[in-house]
C-alpha cells in the first residue's frame, strides 16, 4: 500500500494500523503527488488541538477518518509522541472502518501491552466498571476483550504491590534448539547444525554472568525472579546446566528468589538427571510446550516428536517432582482447525498442570510458515478456537494472569496466560506490564531497564547468534556498565524531582 505523511514523519505508528486492519500489506512511500491506490495520513498542529486525518484512496473510491487532542496533553516530547502517535491510529482506523473492513477484537489497538493502557486508566482514578467503559469507547475494544483485560490486570496490580524499587528479574537466554519450528522466529540454533557451539557459549554465557552479577551488586538490586529461556534451554546436557546454575548461584545473590523458570519446552530434551540438576538448585517451575496434541500439526510445524512424547516427558516430571508446570498451545497452526485444537484442549486440561498458556499464531517474517507461504485457519477459525479455550479453562479453575499482543498474529487476537490460584509467574507478569527491569544474559538478550517516572525505558542488547556471541564477549561485558549509568542518572532524577 503507497503511504504518504504530511506534517509528522511517525511511520512506525501507520505501518501498526496498516498491519491491524490489511494484514499482508507491505508499506510503500513513494515521492511525487498522491496517485492511485494510497492512504494519506496528515497531522496539523492548531492553537487549540493536534489534528489527525487520514483519506484513504482504494478502487476509485475515498474514505476518511479524523481524531485531535489538545494541545495541552503535549507537555513533553515522551507525551507529544504518545498522544500523535494515538490520533494518527484512531484517524487511520475509523477510516478502514468507513471502508466496510471488519472492526478487529482489540478495535484501534495496536500496542503489545493492553494492560497498560487499562492500568492507566485505574491509576488515573477510575474504578474497574468506569476503566472498563472507558477501554472500550477510547478504543473501540469489544467488551470480551476488555473484561479479558480486567481481569489479567487483577493479577498485575497484585504484582506490582509486591515489588520494592530495588526488585529486577534476570533472563537467561540459551539459543539452542533440537530442530527449529515452522512457525519461530526467536534467535535459535539447530543443535543439528550448531553442536560444537554449545561449549564455547556457555564459556562465554558463564563470564557474562560474572560481569553482571558485578553491576547488579554494586547498585544494590535484588533479584526476585529468574526465567531461563531461549531456544530451549534444556537441550544443554545435565552436566551443562549445572555449570550454568552453579554460576548463577555462585555470582548473584538469590536468596531473596521467588520464583525459576526454565523452559524445558520440548519433550526430546527431558531427562530424569537434567531435571534433578535443575531442582538441586530450586527451579521450581518448567514449560514442557506442546503447542499441538495432534501428531499431524507437530509433523506441519518441523517437531520430530509426538504427542506421546509430551505425554512421557510431563510422566518424568511429576515424578521428579517439586514443579510448577506450564504448557504453551498455538491457535492457528498449518494443518489444524477447530475440532483438533478444541481437543487439544481438552488434553491438556486432562493433565492437571499449573499453567496453560494460549498463543495465537504470529506471521513472523523470518519463520518458515511465512516464507512459504503456508495455508493456515481462517481468523473466524481463530476465533473460534480462541473463544472455546477462554470458556474451557474457566470453568476448570484458570484465569487469565497476563496477556499481550504481537504484530501480524492471526485475526488480531492476543496470547494469554492462565493459571490456577497461587501458581502466577511474575516474570511474566513484569515483562509484560513493564514493572521491574529485566536483566538479560545469553544470546538474544534483550536487557530493559525500566523507569517509572513516564520517560522512556532503556535497552541493551545482546548479539544474536552463538558464534557472534562467542566472539563479541567482552564487548558484551563491558557494555554492562550502561546500568549503572541509567541507575545514577535515574536515581538522580527521582531524587531532584522529589
Not at 473492513?101 to 491509576?123: D, E, H, S
Not at 523458570?261 to 517451575?285: C, F, M, N, Q, W
Request: glycine share 8%; proline share 4%; net charge neutral.
Amino acid at each position: 500500500m503507497k503511504l504518504y505523511l504530511f506534517g509528522h514523519d511517525y511511520r512506525y505508528a501507520v505501518e501498526q494500523m496498516l498491519f491491524t486492519m490489511l494484514p499482508g500489506e507491505k508499506p510503500e512511500y513513494p515521492d511525487g503527488k498522491p496517485m492511485g491506490d494510497r492512504i494519506e495520513v496528515h497531522l496539523s498542529r492548531g492553537n487549540i488541538y493536534v489534528t489527525a486525518s487520514c483519506r484513504m484512496v482504494c478502487g476509485g473510491k475515498s474514505y476518511a477518518g479524523r481524531s485531535a487532542v489538545k494541545q495541552q496533553f503535549l507537555s513533553d516530547s515522551v507525551q507529544t509522541d504518545r498522544h500523535c502517535q494515538r490520533i494518527i491510529k484512531n484517524a487511520m482506523y475509523r477510516a478502514f472502518l468507513t471502508s466496510g473492513i471488519k472492526k478487529p477484537a482489540w478495535g484501534a489497538l495496536t500496542g503489545v501491552r493492553p494492560g497498560k493502557i487499562y492500568r492507566g486508566f485505574l491509576n488515573g482514578g477510575m474504578d474497574e466498571a468506569a476503566a472498563v467503559r472507558h477501554f472500550i469507547s477510547e478504543y473501540d475494544v469489544s467488551p470480551e476483550r476488555a473484561e479479558l483485560c480486567r481481569a489479567a490486570t487483577r493479577a498485575t496490580l497484585q504484582a506490582e504491590a509486591s515489588l520494592l524499587p530495588n526488585d529486577i528479574c534476570l533472563y537467561v537466554g540459551i539459543p539452542f534448539c533440537p530442530t527449529r519450528c515452522a512457525y519461530c522466529s526467536f534467535v535459535s540454533a539447530s543443535v543439528e547444525k550448531s553442536m560444537k557451539l554449545m561449549e564455547p557459549f556457555l564459556d562465554a554465557l558463564l563470564r557474562e554472568i560474572e560481569c553482571t552479577a558485578a553491576h547488579v551488586k554494586a547498585n544494590g538490586l535484588r533479584v526476585i525472579s529468574i526465567y531461563m529461556g531461549g531456544g530451549t534451554p534444556t537441550t544443554l546436557s545435565a552436566a551443562q546446566l549445572e555449570r550454568l546454575c552453579g554460576k548463577l548461584k555462585e555470582c548473584f545473590d538469590l536468596s531473596s528468589v521467588k520464583e525459576y523458570t526454565v523452559e524445558a519446552g520440548r519433550p526430546d530434551t527431558i531427562t530424569e538427571d537434567k531435571l534433578k540438576v535443575l531442582r538441586s538448585y530450586g527451579v521450581d517451575r518448567i514449560s514442557v510446550n506442546p503447542q499441538t496434541m495432534r501428531d499431524s500439526v507437530l509433523n506441519a510445524i518441523g517437531r520430530r516428536h509426538s504427542a506421546q512424547d509430551i505425554c512421557d516427558a510431563l510422566e518424568i516430571v511429576r515424578r521428579v517432582g517439586g514443579f510448577a508446570v506450564n504448557m504453551d498451545l498455538i491457535a492457528g497452526l498449518p494443518t489444524d482447525d477447530v475440532d483438533g485444537f478444541c481437543r487439544t484442549i481438552d488434553t491438556v486440561l486432562s493433565m492437571d498442570v499449573e499453567n496453560i498458556t494460549v498463543h495465537t499464531l504470529s506471521l513472523k517474517k523470518g519463520s518458515r510458515i511465512t516464507l512459504e507461504g503456508t495455508a493456515l485457519p481462517t481468523a473466524a477459525d481463530v476465533a473460534a478456537m480462541l473463544d472455546y479455550a477462554g470458556e474451557k479453562l474457566s470453568q476448570a479453575g484458570y484465569f487469565p494472569y497476563y496477556l499481550y499482543r504481537q504484530k501480524y498474529m492471526s485475526g488480531g487476537f492476543e496470547n494469554v496466560g492462565w493459571t490456577k490460584e497461587g501458581y502466577t509467574n511474575l516474570y511474566n507478569i513484569c515483562i509484560m506490564e513493564e514493572l521491574c527491569s529485566i536483566i538479560a544474559m545469553g544470546g538474544g538478550g534483550s536487557t530493559k531497564l525500566i523507569r517509572t517516572d513516564g520517560q522512556r525505558n532503556d535497552r541493551i542488547v545482546e548479539p544474536k547468534y552463538p558464534l557472534e556471541y562467542i566472539q563479541n564477549i567482552e564487548d558484551t561485558c563491558s557494555k554492562k556498565a550502561d546500568i549503572d549509568i541509567f541507575y545514577k542518572n535515574y536515581r538522580q532524577n527521582t531524587q531532584h524531582k522529589a
